[in-house]
């Protein structure tokens, strides 16, 4: 079939094979990453990708939101010790095709790895043993383009 868009289905792929073989982007070799210059010891200039990290987190239901109390509180400050700045929480969603209207948070991070270190603080890890029990969402930490 002929390519026509750079999602799956305009391929005639299946949704496991778009997954499978993305079109080409940053994790395909090609790089679209922002990049700075610093020095190194010798004062030449090296490139550094500042590809920053995200938070995404989705709630699909949340039946107690008082429970969240201490975790938001702990998690509140284990993001801004990490370096995290919160760009979406409790704002509107419009969903569409397998998506969810719950809660959606979104934090940034100057970095991937800064977003990743942050998940894997000692102050984090004291958050997360304050969610409920049962309590349910889909977390992911992603690389941004630039």
């Given at each position: 079939?002929?390519?026509?868009?750079?999602n799956?289905?305009?391929?005639g792929?299946?949704?496991?094979?778009?997954?499978?073989?993305p079109p080409?982007?940053?994790?395909?070799?090609?790089?679209n990453l922002?990049?700075?210059?610093k020095?190194?010891?010798?004062?030449?200039?090296?490139?550094?990708?500042?590809?920053?990290?995200?938070?995404v987190?989705?709630?699909?239901?949340?039946?107690?939101?008082?429970?969240?109390?201490?975790?938001?509180?702990?998690?509140?400050?284990?993001?801004?010790?990490?370096?995290?700045?919160?760009l979406?929480?409790?704002?509107?969603?419009?969903?569409?095709?397998a998506?969810?209207?719950e809660?959606?948070?979104?934090?940034?991070?100057d970095?991937?790895?800064?977003?990743?270190?942050?998940?894997?603080?000692?102050?984090?890890?004291k958050?997360?043993v304050?969610?409920?029990?049962g309590?349910?969402?889909?977390?992911r930490?992603?690389?941004?383009?630039?």
């Amino acid at each position: 079939m002929a390519e026509a868009g750079s999602n799956g289905k305009d391929r005639g792929m299946t949704s496991k094979e778009a997954f499978e073989n993305p079109p080409p982007g940053p994790s395909s070799g090609s790089s679209n990453l922002s990049v700075n210059s610093k020095s190194d010891v010798s004062g030449r200039a090296q490139e550094v990708s500042m590809a920053k990290g995200y938070w995404v987190s989705v709630y699909p239901a949340i039946s107690d939101p008082e429970g969240l109390t201490a975790y938001n509180e702990l998690a509140g400050l284990a993001v801004r010790a990490g370096g995290g700045r919160v760009l979406s929480n409790f704002g509107r969603v419009v969903a569409h095709e397998a998506g969810i209207t719950e809660r959606v948070v979104l934090i940034e991070f100057d970095s991937f790895e800064q977003a990743v270190a942050a998940y894997e603080s000692e102050a984090y890890q004291k958050a997360l043993v304050a969610l409920p029990d049962g309590f349910e969402r889909d977390f992911r930490i992603i690389e941004g383009i630039d």
